[in-house]
């Protein structure tokens, strides 16, 4: 009877470590709302001084690296696309269970919210992150009541995504090698030119928010009263703004005024934060890498002197701050090179990159004598031979490999996110990264960039000899 019960209970405990495992692997690992709130549980205890909450105006527009790198803040964007105020709310009650922020900021730009319950994806956004906990009840409870048991459990809903599972599905941090030092900024790359910001200086009335958002939005300054943590409201600029819009911001900024709380409006002030929207928006709503960097100056310069943060940089409990604006420095020089279109800056980016794992093939009539392309390429480490009879270099932290003009080739490097295939012969050259053809000019110089701390292929370009090395991507 003894065994059969041993045996039972022991049946029991696989079957419900089998089923952990599972719900682990189905469940939604979406970078968008889900994943933040997952890092986020899993920061030491009482180590963040600053938490941003709202929506992607707050995880694509405020990038902690700057923070960090600016004045040594320690913060965390903790924040879900189009997240109603009702989810801001339960987001923040989940936080301070776990953190004791010196600043708590809120951007509202989702205060323009004016349905009851927003779309079910939305909600599964702003929800299915959080521990299962009265917060993570209540939230679901106000967002999509019809839904309550199977948005709690979730296992519901997402059970049947079997046929969407990919690698990073069974990969710890979606696979991402910095995943353990994210702090929940999502950086836009894009770059959308505008003449102009959308002036709303002019704009001086209010507008009456929708009952519910005004009612969480006294519900998150009662909060942060009842915490006894100071708060700030912030509207992060957008050049898509429109009057209506900001007549509900200028409504809300009375309702902060009403209670002492500070209100940065910072559709009026684009000068002064120094943005140019030729540059800096990634479209019409976001800002994008450089326009976010600038916001984030001024806020930790703003933050440091009107709340007195302690600056933590070179303390050892912080040390995944430093990681994480390391990571960053990286994802903007990779940015950087994939807007780079001429030939000398081009290498020396890449030269002066220890993280880069490159291939220059040098092709057909490579060299035009309008260039000093030999003087510059033996200056990064070419041999004399290829840099004057043509051939390929590869070049990287682990990896070191010439090939001459004259010789056949069939080389293949495996990189950690992906295979290189090189093929020279009688049919050409062929440069294959995951089974596309990268070969750009068959006269000039062909590139494959590689970067190994963030384990991504950067960019494929060539530079056309008979076009005065002309770029293309």
């Known amino acids: 009877m003894n065994k059969k019960i041993i045996k039972s209970v022991l049946f029991l405990l696989i079957l419900s470590v089998l089923m952990l495992r599972l719900n682990d692997i189905f469940k939604l690992k979406q970078e968008d709302g889900i994943y933040p709130v997952k890092i986020f549980y899993e920061q030491e205890k009482d180590s ?78 702003n929800t299915f992150g959080m521990k299962l906990s009265r917060e993570k009840y209540e939230a679901i409870q106000v967002s999509t009541p019809d839904h309550l048991v199977d948005y709690l459990l979730g296992f519901p809903v997402y059970h049947s995504r079997y046929a969407e599972l990919s690698r990073e599905d069974f990969e710890p941090y979606l696979g991402d090698p910095n995943g353990n030092v994210y ?37 998150i300054i009662a909060l942060s009263e009842q915490e006894e943590i100071p708060l700030v409201f912030m509207v992060a600029p957008y050049q898509g703004i429109v009057e209506s819009e900001q007549q509900i911001f200028n409504r809300a900024k009375e309702i902060a005024a009403e209670e002492d709380v500070p209100f940065l409006d910072f559709n009026l002030c684009y000068e002064e934060l120094g943005l140019d929207p030729k540059e800096d928006l990634a479209e019409f709503s976001h800002l994008n890498h450089r326009g976010s960097t600038k916001l984030s100056a001024w806020l930790a310069q703003y933050l440091k002197e009107e709340y007195q943060l302690p600056d933590r940089r070179g303390d050892a409990l912080y040390i995944s701050w430093d990681q994480n604006a390391a990571v960053w420095d990286q994802m903007y020089q990779n940015q950087i090179l994939k ?135």
């Open 339 to 473: 807007e780079e279109a001429g030939w000398y800056d081009f290498l020396e980016l890449i030269s002066k990159n220890p993280d880069y794992t490159y291939l220059i093939s040098l092709d057909g009539t490579f060299d035009n004598g309008e260039q000093p392309l030999y003087e510059t390429l033996t200056s990064i480490g070419m041999s004399e031979e290829i840099a004057a009879q043509g051939g390929i270099w590869i070049h990287g932290p682990d990896v070191e490999e010439t090939f001459s003009g004259q010789e056949e080739v069939n080389y293949h490097l495996e990189l950690k996110k992906c295979d290189w295939i090189v093929r020279k012969g009688l049919s050409g050259v062929e440069l294959i990264v995951d089974g596309e053809n990268y070969f750009k000019t068959v006269n000039g110089l062909n590139i494959l960039v590689y970067d190994n701390k963030t384990e991504s292929f950067v960019t494929a370009v060539g530079f056309d000899a008979e076009n005065s090395y002309n770029y293309i991507g």
């Open 183 to 219: 702090k929940g900024f999502y950086p836009l790359f894009a770059t959308k030119e505008y003449e102009t910001f959308s002036d709303m200086s002019q704009v001086t009335d209010s507008r009456a928010l929708s009952p519910k958002t005004e009612e969480y939005l006294r519900k």
């Open 48 to 125: 963040i001084d600053v938490i941003f909450y709202g929506s992607s105006h707050a995880y694509s527009n405020i990038n902690p690296a700057v923070l960090w790198k600016e004045e040594g803040i320690a913060s965390f964007d903790l924040a879900g696309s189009l997240q109603p105020l009702w989810n801001t709310y339960y987001y923040m009650k989940e936080s301070l269970k776990y953190q004791r922020p010196k600043v708590m900021v809120v951007e509202l730009v989702r205060a323009i919210e004016e349905r009851e319950y927003i779309e079910e994806a939305r909600t599964i956004t």
